[in-house]
Each structure stands twice: as C-alpha cells, then as structure tokens.
C-alpha cells in the first residue's frame, strides 16, 4: 500500500490532483461567477439580452468542465479496453447476454467509425458472432461519453440516462434480431474466406502515469475538437432562451404529430455527425417544443448511422446487408421516438 | 533508409499522422520511404484492430488513434 502511495507520488500525480482541486473549486463557484460577471455589464439582467448572456457565461464553462473531466476519466478507462481486449472478452460467446455486454463494451472501447472495418474483421475473424459484432457496431459510435455528457450538461442526468438506456436498447435488440437472420452469407466474399484465428490475448503492463497521459491525450484531442459545437450549441440555446417564444415548434415536431418522429430518423440517417455536432440542433429543437422523443431520435439517427461510416462498411458488407443494417437500426430508433413521446 | 507504413481507411486521424511523421522525418533530415496502405486485406495482414497504424520495417509500433510528436520522433530517433 505504502509503495504504492509512493510511487503515485513519485509520479506526475500531485499535478493531477491540484488540477482535481482547481477543477472543483471552479465549478463550484461558476455560478456566482456568472451572476457576477453579468451585473457588471450594462445590460438589464431581466431582460431577453441579459438573460442570453447569463445562459451562456454559466453554461459554457460548465460544460466545457465537465466534458473535460469526463473525457480524461474515459481516457484512463479507454487504456483498460483495447479493442483486442474487447474481442477476445466477446470471442466464443453466443447470442443473448453477450448482446448485453457487446453493447456496454461499445460505450468503453475506444472507436472512430474509420476503425469499423478492421474491427468488423478482427471480431468476425476470433469468432465473434455476427449478431454480437453488431450490437457494438451499433452502440460504439451512438452511446458515448461525449453524448452522454452533453446531454446532461445541457438537458439534466434524467435526460442523459434515457439516451444511455435507450441507446443500449436499440444495440442489444438490434444485434440480436440481426444475428438471427443468418447473414454470414452476405457478408462479401472476402471477409468469409479470411480463415478463422486461434486468438492469444495478453494484456500488456501499462503503468498507471502511462495510463493519466492517455486521459491528458484525450481531453487536449477530444475537448480541442468538439469546442466549437459546444460553444455553437450554447449560443443557440441561449438565443432562444432569451427570444425565441416557447411552443414554436410544438406544432410540427410536438407529440401530436406522430409523423415527425419518422422523418426526423430518416433524416438523420445520411447525415453524419458527432454527438457533440448535432446538439446545438437538439437544444433548439427541443427548446422550441418539439417533442423529447422526437429529438432524440433525430440525434440517435444522425450519430448512430451516417453515409459515410455505410461507405466504409460496404467494403465488408455487401449492399444488400447494409440496407438490412440501416432498416433494423432505424426500425429500432423510430420505436424509441415513438414509445417515448407517447409515455412521456 | 526507414521503411514506414501508415495503414487506414483515409480518415483525417490517418491523413493526419501521415503527415506528421513526413513533417518530423523532413526536419530531423531522416531518410524515410514513407507509404500509404488503405486497402483493408493488406491492413488486415498486420493483425490490427484500428487504425491509425504506423509500421516500421514491418513491424506494428502504433496502432490506433492519433500518435503524439513525442512518439513520432522516438521512432524516429532510434534509428
């Protein structure tokens, strides 16, 4: 134990934990900070104008923090769950809970969709089934720590935690019927002739400063990327929040109109984004009314399927496949959107 | 002369990394035969599950995500 303190210390750790200290005591007064700042300028605090600006001084940094500490958290995670981890933790097993656990690996494995087809292979190849290799296909780009914190940032924890499950819903089922449907054959001829390998898994020693600069690599990566669309999504929604009446889109994106629900996912379907970039479109979606299953469902589909990611895919799959891949998956969000608004 | 591969479907990480290293090697003055290999059976060759990957001399030293400077340039630097 006393070694172990020892070597934490020894490290680069006491930064870590002045930046844990810094980090809290900033979030904490971030509220205070911002009434403060807003009564200094000369605007009415009641009025539209100031009530934009107190919006977006708060929710800036606030979300800004937030996805920084969460990436850097997921970062250290990520170095436990390689995808080689992930494959040989999925290899051998069969259809059902291993759905379940395909879909949860989703969220922690590192994954950018140009990956999708090395990993495809590399699944398919250690005998992952099909139907399993799906359920992550499906999770890893749509269930992640960026989405999932955006969401609570912005809309509230219960917000957060619906996308999650639901998310890991449509993964778990969509994986599932998809591994029923026997679809080994369609795969392109290639990837079937690829022989089956004996996987040999060893995790390899990673010290745990190796492990915090993965997580310092990803926020600088993470965070110095999405930035923009967090500050875009701020601005949008404090525009509306100070301007843009209530309701205003409740008639055409609100529960009453059942039809919204499908064509927000088809939309969404050839539009590619990342979580980060399609929330200024669901803060003012849902800020202007339109139903919470309908916008989520809109963002489901733009993050989850895309064109281009079908593109990469159809070098693996053939056409026929991914149409079934699409339809499943959309079959899967439009029933979220749906079941949702009517609940709700 | 260093034989280097960079294997990726061509996202931008890939491109990216790419460039990173034809910039570094430029600068130290290291002779490098620098390849793009996006054909995913020759990438599925080198057992690997994401890419970006860099390969030296046929050997996988990086794989997935974006490579730090610091990584370039030890690759670099070790020969």
Redesign the interface.
């Known amino acids: 134990m006393l070694g172990w303190f020892y070597k934490m210390t020894k490290g680069p750790i006491p930064i870590y934990l002045l930046l844990l200290i810094a980090w809290v005591a900033l979030y904490i007064s971030l509220a205070p900070l911002a009434d403060l700042i807003v009564s200094f300028l000369p605007v009415d605090p009641a009025s539209h104008l100031g009530e934009a600006i107190a919006f977006f001084i708060y929710d800036t940094p606030k979300v800004l923090l937030l996805l920084s500490a969460v990436v850097f958290v997921m970062g250290i995670i990520n170095t436990w769950f ?3 981890r992930t ?1 040989s933790l999925l290899a051998g097993r069969s259809l059902g809970l291993a759905n379940v656990l395909a879909a949860s690996l989703g969220i922690v494995t ?6 999708a ?3 495809f ?2 699944f398919v190849q250690a005998g992952v089934p099909l139907g399993v290799t799906f359920s992550f296909l499906i999770a890893a780009p749509m269930v992640n720590e960026i989405a999932l914190t955006l969401l609570f940032g912005l809309f509230g924890w219960k917000i957060a935690l619906l996308y999650l499950g639901l998310g890991l819903m449509v993964a778990i089922f969509g994986g599932l019927l998809l591994g029923r449907m026997n679809l080994e054959k369609h795969l392109e001829k ?1 990837v079937q002739d ?1 022989p089956a390998k004996q996987l040999s898994f060893e995790s390899e020693k990673v010290a745990f400063s190796q492990r915090l600069t993965a997580g310092s ?1 990803a926020v600088k ?1 993470v965070v110095g990327k999405v930035w923009v669309y967090i500050l875009l999504g701020i601005g949008v929604g404090a525009f509306i929040h100070g301007y843009v009446p209530e309701n205003f889109m409740a008639s055409f994106m609100g529960k009453e109109a059942w039809w919204s629900v499908p064509l927000a996912v088809l939309i969404g379907i050839p539009m590619y984004s990342s979580a980060a970039g399609i929330i200024p479109v669901v803060q003012a979606l849902l800020a202007k009314g339109a139903a919470l299953g309908t916008a989520l469902a809109f963002m489901m589909s733009v993050v989850a399927l895309s064109l281009p990611e079908m593109i ?1 895919l159809r ?2 799959l053939t056409v026929r496949l991914i149409g079934v891949f699409i339809s499943i998956v959309a079959s899967g969000i439009l029933l979220v959107g749906l079941i949702f608004n009517l609940v709700l | 002369m260093l034989r280097v591969k960079v294997l ?4 931008t ?2 491109k990216v990394t790419y460039r990173l290293i034809e910039e570094l090697a430029q600068a130290r003055g290291v002779a490098v035969q620098l390849e793009k290999v996006e054909d ?2 020759e ?2 060759a080198y ?5 970006p990957c860099v390969v030296i001399d046929e050997t996988v030293v990086h794989r ?3 490579p ?1 400077r610091e990584q370039v340039e030890s690759w670099l630097a070790d020969r």
């Not at chain 1, 590192?110 to 990956?115: D, E, G, T």
């Not at chain 2, 057992?47 to 890419?51: E, G, K, P, R, W």
């Open positions: 390689t995808p080689e494959r590192p994954f950018c969709s140009c990956s087809v090395p990993l292979i590399g290639w690829i690599l990566d990469i070098k693996v | 990726g479907g061509g996202c990480n890939c995913f059976q990438i599925m057992d690997v599950m994401s890419t997935g995500g974006l730090s």
